[in-house]
C-alpha cells in the first residue's frame, strides 16, 4: 500500500512481539520470587492478563484510548471492535505502518501495565476478585491515562507533558495502583515475623533476561519507525539498565555487606522502567546518569517498606512506581531536541517549563490511579471479598485457587498425562494439613 514502509511495518511488528513477551518473562520474574506454593497462581496472573485485555482492548479499549477525542479525557466510539482499524497508516499516529501495527502494538502495553500490579499484593489475592479488579482498573485508569498522555488531542499532550514509552501511562500509573492494592489488602501472613523468601531466584533470573530483551522492543519501538530515534532508545535504554545494575549492587552491598542476584536483577528492572519514559528523548550519557540514580533511589524506596511498614510483595512500588516517576522528571531535566527535534529542551539545557509539566503530569496520575484503585478495592471486598481465607493463604493459592502445584515432589502425578490426570490428585486442596501444602509453607 501506498505510504507503507516494510522495514518501518516489520520493525514495529517485532516490537509488538518483544513486548508480548515481557507478559511470560515477568510472569517468570515474579513467579521466581514468591514461595513454591504460589508459583503458578502468580504466572497465572499474568497469563489471564494477556487473554483477557486483549480481548477488551479490540472490543472497545483501543477505539477509547487512541479514537477521536473527546474533550481531552477519553477517545470515541469510532472504532469499537476495530471498525475502521484497518491497513492503511493513520498518520496522526504513524505515517509509514498500518493503522492495525499501531493497534497491536499498543495492546501489549495494555496488557502488561495491569500485569505489572500483581507483584504488591501477591501471594494473598482471590483469582476473583484479582480478575474484577484488573479489568476494573483497565477501563477506568489504563485508557483514560493512555489517552491523556498519547491519544490526539489528549489534554496532557496538548499542553507538552512527553512519556516517550510509558514512564507516566505504564509506570507511573501500576506503581500508584500497586501501593494502593498492598496498603488495602494487607500484610501476608508472617510478614516482618518470619523469612518469606524466594523459592527459585534462576526463575527470577531467567524473568530478568526475558525482560530487559523485550524493553528493547517496549523502548525502542516506541519510536513506531525503524531509524535514528529507535536508536538512540535502544541504546539508552540498554546504558540505563547496566548502570542501575551496577548502583544497586554496590550501594547494597555497601549497606549490607554482600552483593545479591536478586538485587542485580531488581537493578536492572528499576533501570528499565526508570529510562522508559525517557528513552527517545535523551543522550546516552544522559541515560548513564538516570540508571545510576535509579539503581540508587529504588533501592532505598523499596527499604522502606520495611520502615513504613506494608507489604508490597514484590517490589512494584519502588522499582516500577517509583522508577517510572524519577524518569519522568528526568525528561524534564535531561531531554534534548539534538537527540530529538520534535521535543523541546530539558531543564540542563535551560528550559524548566518541561520540568514543570513533567511534575504536573506525574502528580495528576499517580493520584488518580491511587484513588480509583482504593476505591475498585472498597468495592470488590464489599461484593465478594478482596483476600484469601487464613487457611487457603497457609495452603497456598496454587493449591487453593486453581487445584495444581509448580513442583510435584510426591511422584503421584509421575506418568498421569494430561490436564485431567495431572490436577486429578489434588482435587481438594483446601485443607492446610495437606502434604503438599505443608511442603512449601
Known amino acids: 500500500m501506498q505510504n507503507i514502509s516494510a522495514g518501518d ?62 474533550f481531552g479525557l477519553i477517545g470515541g466510539l469510532d472504532w469499537v471492535g476495530l471498525r475502521g482499524v484497518g491497513l492503511a497508516p493513520n498518520p496522526d499516529y504513524a505515517a509509514t505502518i498500518p493503522h492495525q501495527a499501531f493497534m497491536v502494538f499498543q495492546a501489549m502495553f495494555a496488557i502488561i ?118 536508536t538512540n532508545a535502544f541504546v539508552t535504554t540498554h546504558t540505563a539498565a547496566t548502570a542501575a545494575t551496577v548502583s544497586w549492587v554496590f550501594i547494597e552491598w555497601l549497606k549490607n555487606g554482600k552483593p545479591t542476584m536478586l538485587g542485580a536483577a531488581t537493578g536492572s528492572i528499576a ?14 550519557l544522559a541515560a548513564l546518569a538516570i540508571g545510576l540514580t535509579a539503581g540508587i533511589a529504588c533501592y532505598y524506596a523499596v527499604s522502606l517498606k520495611f520502615k513504613l511498614g506494608y507489604d508490597d510483595s514484590l517490589d512494584v512500588v519502588g522499582v516500577h512506581g517509583v522508577g517510572g516517576i524519577i524518569g519522568s522528571l528526568a525528561v524534564g531535566v535531561f531531554a534534548s531536541t539534538a537527540v530529538n527535534e520534535a521535543v523541546g529542551n530539558g531543564l540542563v539545557f535551560g528550559n524548566a517549563s518541561l520540568l514543570g509539566l513533567q511534575a504536573l503530569g506525574v502528580m495528576v496520575v499517580v493520584a488518580f490511579s491511587f484513588i480509583i484503585s482504593l476505591i475498585l478495592f472498597k468495592i470488590i471486598d464489599a461484593v465478594i471479598g478482596v483476600r484469601v481465607s487464613d487457611e487457603d493463604e497457609l495452603t497456598g493459592l496454587d493449591l487453593s485457587q486453581h487445584s495444581e502445584v509448580g513442583y510435584d515432589l510426591s511422584g503421584l502425578g509421575s506418568g498421569s498425562g494430561g490436564f485431567i490426570g495431572s490436577t486429578a490428585f489434588i482435587s481438594h486442596p483446601s485443607s492446610a494439613a495437606s502434604p503438599l501444602a505443608e511442603d512449601r509453607i
Open 9 to 70: 511495518t516489520a520493525f514495529v511488528l517485532m516490537s509488538a512481539a518483544l513486548v508480548m513477551f515481557m507478559v511470560p518473562g515477568l510472569a517468570l520474574f515474579y513467579g521466581g520470587m514468591v514461595r513454591s506454593k504460589n508459583v503458578l497462581a502468580t504466572i497465572m496472573q499474568s497469563f489471564i492478563a494477556l487473554g483477557i485485555i486483549n480481548i477488551l482492548w479490540i472490543l472497545f479499549g483501543y477505539s477509547l484510548a487512541f479514537g477521536p477525542d473527546n
Open 113 to 230: 501495565t495491569p500485569a505489572l500490579i500483581t507483584g504488591a499484593f501477591a501471594e494473598r489475592i482471590k483469582f476473583s476478585s484479582f480478575l474484577i479488579f484488573i479489568v476494573g482498573w483497565f477501563v477506568l485508569v489504563y485508557i483514560p491515562v493512555a489517552h491523556w498522555v498519547w491519544g490526539v488531542g489528549g489534554w496532557m499532550r496538548e499542553i507538552g507533558v512527553l512519556d516517550f514509552a510509558g514512564g507516566i501511562v505504564v509506570h507511573a500509573s501500576s506503581g500508584a495502583a500497586a501501593l494502593a492494592a498492598a496498603l488495602y489488602v494487607g500484610k501476608r501472613r508472617g510478614f516482618g515475623t518470619e523469612p518469606l523468601l524466594p523459592h527459585n531466584l534462576p526463575l527470577t533470573i531467567i524473568g530478568t533476561g526475558i525482560l530487559w530483551f523485550g524493553w528493547f522492543g517496549f523502548n525502542a519501538g516506541s519510536a513506531l519507525a525503524a531509524g535514528g530515534t529507535a
Open 271 to 284: 533501570g528499565l522502567a526508570t529510562i522508559t519514559p525517557a528513552a527517545g528523548f535523551v543522550s546516552p
